[in-house]
């Protein structure tokens, strides 16, 4: 138990120490100060998350509305293209432009197009998981950039893809990938 003094004259600067108010040493004072302090540092980090499309608003990629998260995923995040039942948008539009991600699953949507998903997960493995009973959902205009990084493709059913594998962070795709969509592309 900590016992605290009652008195509170406070005579100068070094009176705020809790060394003469209770039995704490300066030790035990710098571990929890210490401690706090990697407590609070700690809290501000910011983790990869999983974002599921939802698209009730729009086909736009760039919308947060689109995503369970009200997010849009970007670098090292899991952009999970799983439509519900009832969705408006079962299509996603890239806008023209390069999209940043962390990895793809593909389970339910009709086709992603108009653009490039560059991918980017912090330095480990991306990965598209392929899944979709429609094996059209990537035949469309889309390009996977391999951004200089090994990408994982698994496709449990099959899959047409129409567009191009590029790699703009330097060096060569990774071989099996290039294998992997040559023995699942129709």
Known sequence: MIE????RTQLGLRQRSLRKCCRLGRATELIFVLA??????LGGTVQAQDA??????????????????????????LADF??????SFPDVDLGGVSVTIGSVEVNAIDVISNGTLQFDNSGAEATLTYSDVQATAL???VTLDTNGADLGILATTDMTFGG?????????????????V????T
């Open 182 to 185: 040559a023995r699942k592309s």
């Open 164 to 180: 191009a594998i590029t790699n703009s962070g330097g060096g060569t795709p990774h071989s099996c990938c290039r294998q992997q």
């Open 4 to 7: 605290l003094c009652a008195d």
């Open 36 to 41: 706090t302090g990697v407590t609070l540092v």
């Open 139 to 141: 035949a469309s205009s």
């Open 82 to 87: 799983d439509i519900p039942a009832g969705n």
């Open 52 to 77: 599921v499309w939802i698209g009730v608003s729009t086909a736009n990629f760039g919308d947060a509305s689109s995503w369970d998260t009200g997010v849009v995923p970007s670098t090292g995040d």
